[in-house]
């Protein structure tokens, strides 16, 4: 029986808009009552994702920040941050590369030293915490670096995916969107994310499900005994996972949803 659900937000739950649908929320609190915790799962900070869940925030389970982050009624459960002088490194990586702006995702706010466009508008949409500083460098050492996401102005699978992972070989570097890879510790990403949660909440693999996009979402989804991928996900994962639904602007997650809690209200 299905007890846990993590979702992808950005080309997986939400809409063609980048827009929460409302009626995620009465399917939460129904799959709550059903035994099932349900949990958004994203590359967005926590303060980004319990505002979009506002609803239900003390209902649901929040894996930020692709993973390096989990928390739950408010309390920090799992934080893996990046080791300060490998963040360092990392920054001064970036900004020796043109065409690319760094943005550093705290465990409780965004910085970034940059406002050229649409940069500052993407980050500014994604981060309801977020502040301008003079020198990212500057911020190093005073708040756990939780990740270091990156803007790319030409398209991140033709440029910065294919330069900065020999750039910083001890650091994780990924796909997280059409423009934008995503620097974490080695050990930060999804997967381990669902296999602390497995561990805290004593899940098994078979009673989990999740729902993904792109590469971020990779190991999450070999986590969970049921994956799934929208038929608008990058086309590699949808090769390496097969299982699709239908796409974010079809709403593919709440109809998979329903089908769930009526498959959980027929073994009740």
């Known amino acids: 029986m299905i007890k846990f659900i ?59 920040e692709n993973g390096a982050l989990v928390k739950y009624r408010g309390k920090t459960l799992h934080l893996m941050p990046i080791r300060d002088l490998d963040a360092l490194d990392a920054v001064r990586e970036v900004r020796a590369l043109p065409h690319l702006y760094p943005m550093l995702c705290g465990a409780d706010c965004a910085y970034i030293e940059d406002t ?11 981060y309801t915490n977020c502040k301008k500083v003079d020198n990212l460098e500057n911020v190093i050492g005073k708040e756990d670096i939780c990740k270091i996401a990156v803007y790319d102005e030409i398209a991140a699978a033709e440029n910065c995916i294919k330069v900065l992972p020999q750039r910083l070989p001890n650091l994780r570097t990924i796909l997280s969107g059409f423009d934008w890879c995503d620097i974490s510790s080695p050990e930060a990403n999804k997967g381990e994310a669902i296999r602390f949660i497995r561990r805290a909440f004593s899940f098994e ?44 602007t079809e709403g593919g997650v709440l109809q998979k949803i329903k089908e769930i809690i009526e498959e959980l209200e027929e073994n009740t």
Request: glycine content about 6%.
């Open 6 to 64: 993590a979702s992808d937000l950005d080309g997986t739950l939400l809409d063609g808009e980048r827009k929460l649908p409302e009626d995620i929320f009465p399917l939460i609190r129904k799959l709550q009552t059903l035994g099932a915790l349900f949990a958004p799962s994203s590359g967005r900070q926590y303060a980004n994702l319990k505002k979009l869940f506002a609803p239900v925030a003390n209902d649901v389970l929040f894996i930020c």
């Open 116 to 126: 050229a466009m649409p940069f500052f508008k993407y980050a500014m949409l994604s």
């Open 205 to 248: 693999r078979e009673e989990c499900v999740a729902f993904g996009d792109h590469m971020n979402d990779y190991e999450m989804l070999t986590e969970c005994g049921r994956a799934y991928v929208p038929e608008n996900a990058y086309p590699p994962l949808k090769k390496l996972v097969g299982r699709t639904i239908p796409a974010n």
